[in-house]
């Protein structure tokens, strides 16, 4: 038999067996159907997780052939463990599942799905608690896992033993109710119940101290990915491919969240993380569930240097490969780089080629060339020269600025000389800095894998520094492209000063929650604190007070001196009552001579009664404007929550009946209801 009928024969056996192979996978695709897993994921449900409640409610993991189980954490819980003992198939973890793996863990990062991770920590602002640093012997909360927190204290020199360590509640009450001073969080979620309960808070984040890690990683066991690799490749496309729906519509998988897995927030909760979430995820510049190698060397080299972990730290066999192993991912660099190789072969060849064409063009055509060449560079020159807007451009792998134009130092004060060569990140405020490198670095890939697309104009407003010390609110349109002589990626910007727009959108906000004559909040701000009080109150089971004030004696006064001596009253009066109470309470007008004064936060009936008299007896006392002396008196009506009515219709109303009882009974008096 000839050589080449044996290979024949040799082909045709191989093929055989491959054949075979596949009839077995197929016949094995209906066990994999029926595969019950489970995700365990590392917080409550919220649209943190919404990829995963995509996946499961549009059918994206039935159509893989899984039935899988979404499991709440709970504190305490340790999401590692449930996965590496077999309790949970999947888990979502931070980058402490680099110290897990360095513990001994076998744990394997999938898919990643923040590109800049939310975790923060949110402390209560007070008088003795300013910056990061305050937190040493303070009350504080801190998640399993939260170790680029921990990274961030190091960092900024705050010992961990000098923390006050409560194991985390999930509650963000805790830090309302001053059970703690602390706790970390995610910026996509707890800051809206701040926000709805009233309290001012600090937010400490570790990317101002240049810490910014991946968040929100789903993993599984090497067992799991050893066992049924197939199995895992199926799990984390569906996972993806939710994750990808629930980012293109997030209205509709808010409103999946809310109805189906948690109704403990209200809608709005969920659409405020999925806002939140955007620039975190970065969908528009990054595909979903991408991982750079060279980025998760960089964060083991932070730990590193925080001593987390030692500094050769050999973390192969942690990312996921979909080919398969170390064995495949050398070849894949030994193929990127024979490929790359032969694209440099290539490029040299095509670069002599159009050497050559060049050479054989006219004298005449390459005159005429520079001539028009030189007028559009007088023409660019002119109009960058003269322009308000300032024109620059920055290298986009060094983020160096290569030109920026004149306008720039009637705008930041700062010489085309002294910017010349200078960092781009310079040119914003230091909490911004990280923020601007990484949309640079991101963008910039985001070019090179498709630079023959369509143009992308980003848009961003930052607060940027003058030589002199201020600031400026600009705004910064800025696109990608490559420079035809050097070949160099450039950042192309415009940057516009945008302060008084700015100060007139505030002035214009100011406006519609202000009145006009007396500077107080109005009923439509007065109502939205109420309903915020009324929502702490039902959670904290305390009291609030709303108090209904009318000025008696005061038409007389409007009609005997004139309209603009009444203005100067209300005007007095209205700072005469902001003396009385505390800053956390709210004095506003409703029109004419009615204000209405909330104190979201009674101990008793004697409380607000004890407001309610202080304020009658400064409004008793004699008003000298324009050469005048006048005199008015005020019925106020109490009403307290939840006695009087348990939500801010009732409380108006019953706080507004009261106080005409005052007046009948013969004004300049406080009055309350009897279940007061």
Known sequence: MSLSSRIRIAVLRHCRHALAAMALLLGAMPVLAQTPLTLQLRWSHGFQFAGYYAAQEKGFYREAGF???????????????????????????????????????????????????????????????????????????????????????RRERIPLDSLIRIQHSFAPDDLVSGKVDAISAYSSNEPYALDKAGMSYHVFTPRSAGIDFYGDNLFTSENRLKYNPELVRAFREASLRGWRYAMDHPEEVAALIHSRYSDAQPLDFYLFEARRMVPLVRPDLVEIGYMNPGRWQHIVDTYGDMGMLPRDFDFRGFLYSEGGGRDSEGLRLYLAAALGGLALVIAVATYIHRINRQLHRSVAEARVAAGELRASEEKYRILTETMKDVVWTADADTLRITYVSPSIERLRGYTVAELLGSPIESSVKPGER????????????????????????????????????????????????????SGILEVHGVTRDITERRASQERITHMAEHDLLTDLPNRALVTDRLSQALATARRNRHRVALLYIDLDRFKPINDTHGHAVGDLLLQEAAGRMRACVRESDTVGRFGGDEFVVLLPVVESSEDALRVAEKIRAALGEPFLLAGLCLEVSSSIGVALYPEDGRDQEALLLSADRIMYEAKREGRDRVSMSAAG
């Open 67 to 153: 039935e899988v189980k979404l499991l709440e954490a709970r504190p305490g819980l340790n999401v590692v463990a449930e996965v590496t003992s077999g309790r949970a198939d999947f888990g979502v973890g931070t980058s402490g599942l680099l110290m897990a793996r360095q513990a001994g863990e076998p744990v394997v990062v999938l898919a990643t799905i923040f590109q800049h991770s939310p975790l923060v920590l949110i402390a209560r602002r007070d008088a003795y608690l300013q910056s990061i640093h305050d937190l040493a012997g303070r009350r504080v909360m801190i998640e399993p896992g939260a170790d680029e927190l921990l990274a961030y204290l």
């Open 434 to 485: 990280n923020t601007l490198r990484s949309l640079v670095r991101q963008r910039s890939r985001a070019f090179r894998a498709d630079p023959d697309g369509s143009p992308h104009f980003y848009t961003e407003v930052f607060e940027q520094p003058c030589k002199d010390g201020g600031s400026v609110w600009t705004e910064v349109v800025t696109t990608y492209g490559v420079n035809p002589r």
